[in-house]
């Protein structure tokens, strides 16, 4: 055994308590309903409605929905115009359900993981209608519910603040050290840190492992396979 993978099976041994992000570990939400078309919609929106000069122009050409409703919450926090953008987002992210793809083995891990004790969690920046209706549609909702923490109205907590994991571990009853986070992004690596929670990263390709290697991210994975075999190991 090696040592990488004698570490991972003691990160696993010692989680009671696992929180997953959404759009990446658990699936791929945009598969078919790409984020840079919903970026862009959400940027012509608003120049729509005569609001162009509320972006950047590098904030303009974000192919990330969340850059943008997060620009425009940065300067009108608590508006009728950032919670209608985020409605907008929701109900896009909402359409998005119906085409995503589930990530490779993360069905059977979720089921696996509630099989041998375990309780599980999720800790997202997308709205938590669209994980439910995501998680009803795999007939997962059972390992979860009610544990499904999202977007909320309050934008300055998306990750990386550690709110969403915090309601998470506060839920449980967890204590950070007996809990794992497993995210793709470092924005929930830097979430994860902060909340004291392990870390276990999901990166499915190159850029991704780069931008969590960079963020400070050790311990992570290219495949969920790894995880299953080590927990059913």
């Known amino acids: 055994m090696t040592e990488e993978t004698e570490s991972l099976r003691e990160l696993i ?11 990446g570990p658990i699936c791929g939400l945009f598969a078919g309903h790409k984020a840079e078309r919903v970026a862009s919609d959400l940027v012509q929106w608003l120049e729509g409605r005569g609001l162009r000069g509320l972006l950047t122009e590098k904030e303009r050409e974000s192919l990330d929905p969340h850059k943008v409703l997060r620009a425009v919450d940065r300067r009108h926090s608590g508006s009728d115009l950032v919670a209608e953008l985020e409605e907008r987002l929701t109900q896009e992210e909402l359409r998005a359900t119906g085409s ?7 069905d059977p891990l979720v089921r696996t993981w509630t099989a041998v004790g375990a309780r599980l969690a999720i800790a997202t920046n997308n709205s938590p209608r669209v994980v439910r209706k995501y998680l009803a549609t795999r007939g997962l909702m059972p390992c979860f519910a009610p544990h499904i923490y999202g977007r909320t109205q309050d934008l300055h907590l998306l990750k990386p603040n550690p709110h969403c994991l915090h309601r998470a571990l506060n839920a449980l009853g967890a204590a950070p050290s007996a809990a794992l986070m497993i ?5 929930d690596f830097l979430a994860a840190r902060e909340a004291g929670v392990p870390f276990l990263g999901y990166a499915r390709n190159e850029r991704k492992e780069k931008a969590l290697r960079e963020a400070g991210a050790g311990m992570m994975v290219g495949s969920l396979e790894l995880v299953l075999q080590t927990l059913r190991g």
């Open 13 to 23: 041994e010692k989680a009671r308590f696992v929180l997953f992000d959404f759009d």
């Open 100 to 106: 995503a793809m589930p990530t490779p083995y993360a």
């Open 183 to 187: 995210g793709d992004t470092p924005s």
